[in-house]
Each structure stands twice: as structure tokens, then as C-alpha cells.
Nanobody
Framework: QAQLVESGGGLVQPGGSLRLSCTAS????????FAWFRQAPGKEREGVAC????????YYLDSVKDRFTISRDNAKSTVYLQMDSLKPEDTAVYYC???????????????????????WGQGTQVTVSS
């Protein structure tokens, strides 16, 4: 059974950095697309970044472009989200998600791309505050 476990969240000051990790088990992650979503209190869960398993094609939410970087290490069964220049508005619970058939294109053409991801982690809290 597919399992995703996030780690790396915490409290950081504005302008700081965090690196989130998502460790996968129970399936061959090489062929899966992975994504990071986030959900702030009272807001919809939104897609932040996505990376394919085939060619490493990526997608980023406009508000995180040039600040966040998604990457994957299939040998370690881990996907990362490097977050730099963090802002208070980045505060949210961050979730890792995976699916064999999802693609970055979903984030530009679908209103609810989260519906296309079948496996989810439990989430990790990121708080950006001084």
C-alpha cells in the first residue's frame, strides 16, 4: 500500500528557508508524478509545485516561483520542496501527494487538481512568523 510521510516543517522567520521531505514507500515512485499542496486555515487546498517521474517536468504556483524548488531522488524514495525567502503568507499545512497518471498540466487547466492525486501524506505544518 502506498504511503507518503512528510517531514521538515516548523517555525521560521520571514526571509528564512525550510526544506520539506516526502518519503514514499509501498510503490515504485519512479513512475509517479509528485506534488506539494498547501492549505491555510479557511482556504482551499492549493497546488504549490509538481514534478513528473518520467522527465522531471515541473510546475510552480506563480506566488512561489523563484522561491521554491521541487526535486526528487528516486534512489532515496524521497521528494523535496526547498522553500527560500519565506513569507508569512506561506504559512499552511503542506501535503505531499502522488499519482501514476497526474501531470503538471492539471494545475493550469483544472480548477481542483488535488482530485487527480490518489495518495496523500498526513501533512506538515509550516509557520512563517517573526
Amino acid at each position: 500500500q502506498a504511503q507518503l510521510v512528510e517531514s521538515g516543517g516548523g517555525l521560521v522567520q520571514p526571509g528564512g528557508s525550510l526544506r520539506l521531505s516526502c518519503t514514499a514507500s509501498g510503490f515504485a515512485m519512479t513512475y509517479y508524478t509528485f506534488a506539494w499542496f498547501r492549505q491555510a486555515p479557511g482556504k482551499e487546498r492549493e497546488g504549490v509545485a509538481c514534478i513528473t517521474g518520467t522527465d522531471g517536468t515541473t510546475y510552480y504556483l506563480d506566488s512561489v516561483k523563484d522561491r521554491f524548488t521541487i526535486s526528487r531522488d528516486n534512489a532515496k524514495s524521497t521528494v523535496y520542496l526547498q522553500m527560500d525567502s519565506l513569507k508569512p503568507e506561506d504559512t499552511a499545512v503542506y501535503y505531499c501527494a502522488a499519482d501514476r497518471f497526474a501531470s503538471p498540466g492539471l494545475f493550469t487547466r483544472e480548477p481542483y487538481p488535488r482530485r487527480f492525486f490518489g495518495s496523500w501524506g498526513q501533512g506538515t505544518q509550516v509557520t512563517v512568523s517573526s
